[in-house]
């Protein structure tokens, strides 16, 4: 049972370099959800998905797309990178929406 | 530039004493509260929750104080151990007319430093 897990741990792209980040939960659960946490600070809300199917806006979506490919999976695509969106990226899952969040061991994103 | 979240508030305690670390939250609609503990390099773990119709929970080690008309919760810590040395994070999720927005928002974190 390996929880949340996230690939790749370490990216550095160029500016106006694509990818995308792949999370993905073995616990059942119906919600995830993608934060970034920037140097000495609390997460910040990305987008996140309630169940499967559904996708919706957090705190900070701009530059960022997600993807719910089915119940296990939630991935992050950032189209067109900038320097601001370096971060750490987490990926989280919970049971319904407002149940404790399971979070991943995170990805260092470092764009130059 | 203003350097905004990057002096968190720290706390040094010694093994074997009791911690408190405080949060104050902002939105009174919130409902639901969670304590995550997070330690260098990985994500936040979760240690307790706690939701609105509660003033204490308790689960081994730690308890969780809520006190709505202030808007203030705690987390304590008995006989705090050099493992414990972490940033603690409180989040709140809001709640408005019964449907969850699901979104946790997260206060800047506490510095827990425990000295042998």
């Known amino acids: 049972n390996a929880g949340v897990t996230q690939t790749p741990k370490f990216q550095v792209l160029k500016t106006g370099q694509s990818m995308t980040l792949q999370c993905a939960q073995d616990?059942?659960?119906?919600?995830m959800y993608w934060y970034r946490q920037d140097p000495g600070m609390g997460l910040r809300l990305i987008y996140y998905?309630?169940?499967?199917?559904?996708?919706d806006k957090g705190e900070v979506p701009n530059g960022y797309n997600v993807s719910r490919l089915n119940k296990r999976e939630f991935s992050l695509r950032l189209e067109s990178a900038a320097p601001s969106q370096t971060s750490v990226y987490f990926c989280?899952?919970?049971?319904?929406?407002?149940?404790?969040?399971?979070f991943g061991p995170g990805t260092r994103l470092t764009v130059t | 530039g203003e350097s905004v979240g990057l002096h968190l508030p720290t706390l040094s305690v010694q093994e074997g004493d009791n911690s408190i670390i405080n949060c104050a939250y902002s939105?009174?609609?919130?409902?639901?509260f969670i304590w995550y503990k997070q330690e260098s390099g990985k994500g936040p773990q979760f240690i307790i929750d706690?939701?609105?119709?509660?003033d204490k929970r308790q689960g081994q080690r730690v308890t969780v104080l809520l006190n709505k008309t202030v808007k203030h919760l705690s987390l304590q810590i008995a006989a705090t151990q050099p493992g414990d040395s972490a940033v603690y994070f409180c989040?709140?999720?809001?709640?408005?007319?019964?449907?969850?927005?699901?979104?946790?928002?997260f206060g800047q974190g506490t510095i827990l430093t425990v000295h042998p």
């Open positions: 989280a899952s919970s049971e319904a929406l407002d149940y404790e969040q399971y």
């Open positions: 616990m059942n659960h119906n919600s």
């Open positions: 998905s309630a169940s499967e199917g559904t996708t």
């Open positions: 939105n009174s609609a919130s409902d639901y």
């Open positions: 706690i939701r609105s119709n509660m």
């Open positions: 989040a709140e999720n809001v709640n408005a007319g019964g449907t969850s927005y699901g979104k946790l928002t």
